[in-house]
């Protein structure tokens, strides 16, 4: 991927896909659609928010898409426009 078209893209598909293929306990994660579920077995491992979060699609490749995907992603963890958290 990084060395054709593809990489304009992220190559996100493909990283997770061979970092879930050399997991030493399995896949944690199944591709769904435009997300991903976690694999049969492997919810211990996760929290319980984690099955909405993998589900989700990636944001697009621009600074609009990325800002918008951030305050979104805020207003579900409780932070207001504008407020900033350390």
């Given at each position: 991927?990084?060395g054709?078209a593809?990489?304009?893209?992220?190559?996100a598909d493909?990283f997770l896909?061979?970092?879930?293929c050399?997991?030493?306990?399995?896949?944690?994660?199944?591709?769904?659609?435009?997300?991903?579920?976690i694999a049969?077995?492997?919810?211990?491992?996760?929290?319980?928010?984690?099955?909405?979060?993998?589900?989700s699609?990636?944001?697009?490749?621009?600074?609009?898409?990325?800002?918008?995907?951030?305050e979104?992603?805020?207003?579900?963890?409780g932070?207001a426009?504008g407020?900033?958290?350390?």
């Open positions: 991927c990084t054709g593809g990489r304009a893209a992220g190559c493909e896909a061979m970092r879930e050399n997991r030493a306990s399995g896949r944690e994660l199944i591709k769904e659609g435009s997300g991903y579920s049969a077995g492997k919810a211990p491992a996760f929290t319980g928010a984690a099955a909405s979060l993998a589900a699609a990636a944001p697009a490749r621009t600074l609009k898409g990325m800002a918008d995907f951030g979104e992603y805020a207003k579900v963890l932070i426009p407020e900033v958290r350390f």
